[in-house]
């Protein structure tokens, strides 16, 4: 006799419901801009029913109001009679708000320390709580900050004497011109436009310039060649696996900046990936798709064509992930192609993503899947609102202050155009990815599964470069380290100056860039981040030489460059770089 639960999985209502559910679910995230409110809901329940049953934190936040109003009252005391009195607060290093000398006179100085010092006890109020889960309180103490950059006082005429000063030396003009800058963005935004300033960085002309070749094109990728500028070239190629979060040409952006043309410079053919921009039709792709179709398909075109015994393979962000997956399938099945790994800011293990992390839990892939079941998708735009929520001081609101108050429209350069150059996730992978990387860190615990068995880190023995970033909101760079613990291989370990996408775009004779290095050999004891810290090497400058010095040594001596494309084997060279797919939209 059939249970209960048989008999209900053929309930022709299921289906129904389930559509229900999903469209339900599509419009709460149309409303939230992607955010659960269930998810939210618990985690400042989770809080505030933990305080209420902590008297003593309780007393303690009540004694540090009082010293905060102490220490406030005591400074506009002092600096009534002495405008450089020293601060009752400093700002966080990364906060610029208030560095204008403007905001050190009375009664300004007041609404600056008064908010900082509000934000520093809310900080307090929102951290510390026994019994809540470390997630809830990661989501309180975050979106506590969030609600409170909105009223910070930079943000309103009546508070920001910046902002008078240049209202009084305009004569109001700015704010005309930050009203035309607010029309036009938002005309761009219903028209689906990108923003401003984009059309002067046209993709193959001023952006994506460097000479090569289409050799291989399937549903999922282009592979580009690039012509060689040097007379010989080591005998192993380099593979670019970039992000399908991100289009690859962050990686040749102007002639000046491009890491592909420095790379051909320094003697190398190069090959980069060029993905498609996935539609509704393309829901059902995952990573087993993205594997084979990717990095595995560009092996066997890249071998081919150069005839090639081993092959450089470095991977950017997501790239990177994939890449590292692939590597260990091939170790695992006996596939020893790769001469070394090279990761830029892509993470392998996933316990501590960052403040990313706060959108990846049930309830938030629950309502992330929602939005891509209708239309087989996530759009970048979707994805684009996250990240600016990470980073809302320098991407929220300087731009309504700057732009909208200032009257002053900062000009696009090609980092912003390529950045407003957004791509789409398809469903299976992206919920694949989030579930299986993120929520449940498969990858690091030997769990993931690539050609129907499971893959492990431990089988990486090609020598690795790994770049992390200082200031990384997408790949911490204490989460990219990690994989010091996950693979045996050699290690060279690298920490740049800057974010995600400016620390890597780090060509020679950018000013200001500097890094750390350290490399751990085969086998070799894992230092803890602090500790690698102080036993790296500082060094100024572009952390690119560096890696070029360690592909020259992991390479064999220069020869005659290979031919562009392959006819004779199925991998003919067609249209010029930078291809099609990187003009889908």
């Known amino acids: 006799m059939p249970s209960l639960a048989d008999t209900s999985s053929l309930d022709p209502l299921d289906g129904i419901a389930e559509s229900i559910d999903h469209a339900a679910g599509a419009a709460i995230a149309q409303v939230t801009s992607g955010l659960s409110p269930a998810t939210l809901f618990q985690a400042y329940s989770d809080w505030l029913v933990h305080l209420a049953c902590s008297p003593g934190k309780q007393l303690q936040l009540g004694a540090k109001l ?41 009664p300004f100085n007041f609404f600056s ?46 508070t920001n004497p910046v902002l008078q000063k240049r209202i009084a030396e305009t004569g109001g003009q700015c704010l005309i011109d930050g009203l035309r800058h607010l029309l036009e963005d938002m ?109 595995m398909a560009a092996l066997d075109a890249i071998t081919a064509i150069t005839g090639a015994s081993t092959v450089h393979a470095a991977g950017y962000c997501l790239g990177g992930t994939l890449l590292s997956i692939t590597a260990a399938a091939m ?63 320098d991407l929220v609101w300087s731009t309504v202050l700057n732009t909208y108050l200032m009257g002053e429209r900062t000009p696009i350069n090609d980092l912003m155009a390529w950045n407003a150059d957004g791509t789409r996730m398809p469903y299976a992978m992206h919920s694949q990815y989030l579930r299986e990387l993120f929520l449940n860190d498969d990858l690091a615990e030997g769990k993931y599964r690539a050609g129907g068995k499971t893959v492990s880190l431990t089988t990486l023995r090609k020598p690795m470069f790994v770049v992390g970033t200082e200031r990384d909101h997408v790949a911490p760079w204490h989460s990219v380290y990690k994989i010091h613990l996950l693979a045996p291989a050699q290690i060279t370990f690298v920490l740049t100056s800057g974010g995600h996408n400016a620390g890597i775009v780090s060509e020679p004779g ?74 889908e939209q």
């Open 66 to 106: 009082v010293r905060k109003n102490a220490r406030l009252f005591d400074y506009v005391l002092r600096s009534a009679g002495d405008a450089e009195a020293n601060l009752a607060i400093e700002p966080l290093p990364q906060d610029h708000r208030f560095n204008d000398p403007a905001w050190k006179k009375a």
């Open 113 to 158: 320390q008064a908010f900082l010092l509000n934000q520093q006890w809310w900080h307090a109020a929102t951290t510390g709580v026994s019994g809540i889960t470390r997630h809830h309180q990661d989501m309180v103490e975050f979106g506590t900050r969030q609600m409170l950059d909105t009223l910070a006082p930079t943000n309103f005429m009546p």
């Open 187 to 295: 005309q761009h935004m219903i028209r689906g436009l990108p923003p401003v300033g984009v059309e002067n960085f046209p993709v193959g002309d001023k952006l994506a310039t460097a000479k090569g070749k289409v050799v291989f094109r399937n549903e999922l990728i282009e592979l580009l060649q690039y012509a060689p500028t040097t007379d010989k070239v080591r005998p192993e190629p380099v593979l670019i696996v970039p992000a399908w979060i991100m289009k690859y040409y962050i990686l040749d952006l102007s002639p000046e900046n491009s890491l592909v043309r420095w790379l051909t410079d320094q003697g190398f053919t190069v090959f980069m990936i060029s993905w498609h921009n996935p539609g509704s039709n393309d829901r059902n792709l995952d990573m087993e798709a993205y594997r084979q179709k990717g990095p």
């Open 331 to 393: 170790a695992r099945d006996g596939d020893e192609r790769l001469a070394s790994v090279t990761l830029f800011a892509a993470q392998t293990e996933f316990s501590e993503p960052g403040e990313l992390g706060l959108f990846i839990d049930e309830g938030q892939l629950n309502l992330l899947e929602n939005m891509m079941w209708s239309r087989g998708y996530l759009d970048s735009k979707q994805m684009g609102g996250a990240f600016q929520i990470l980073q809302s001081n």
């Open 510 to 583: 950018h000013k200001g860039r500097r890094f750390h290095v350290l490399t751990r050999e085969a086998e070799g004891l894992s230092l803890e981040t602090e500790q690698w810290l102080e036993r790296a090497t500082p060094k100024q400058g572009s952390w690119w030489l560096e890696w070029g010095e360690w592909l020259a040594r992991n390479s064999g001596e220069p020869v005659g460059p290979p031919p562009m494309g392959a006819p004779d084997k199925g991998y003919p060279a067609t249209v010029d770089a930078p291809g099609r797919y990187i003009l």
